[in-house]
């Protein structure tokens, strides 16, 4: 059922009853610990943003191009800003 094993008697076999984890050979009541939700972030919308002042504030190119390759190390449109 689980990648889990029981801390008592070291089997695999659950049962879920009332949202804990019951083991089927000693009846050990075990809490699921809860799952971490995996989040993804989007970083184009910070080098698009990025760029834009590259484009309106071309005295600062040079902090916002290296700003880009901390996010971006094989970013090829900076090149032209270096």
Known sequence: ???FKCKNC???DFSKIAG???CNYC???FIPEK???QTTISLD???ENLLRKIETDPANASL???LIL???PMNQEILKYL
């Open 10 to 12: 070291g089997a695999s």
């Open 35 to 37: 799952q971490e939700k």
């Open 45 to 47: 919308s910070d080098i």
């Open 64 to 66: 916002y191009a290296n």
């Open 27 to 29: 009846d050990s009541t």
């Open 1 to 3: 059922m689980h990648n």
């Open 20 to 22: 804990n984890l019951v």
């Open 70 to 72: 901390d996010i971006d």
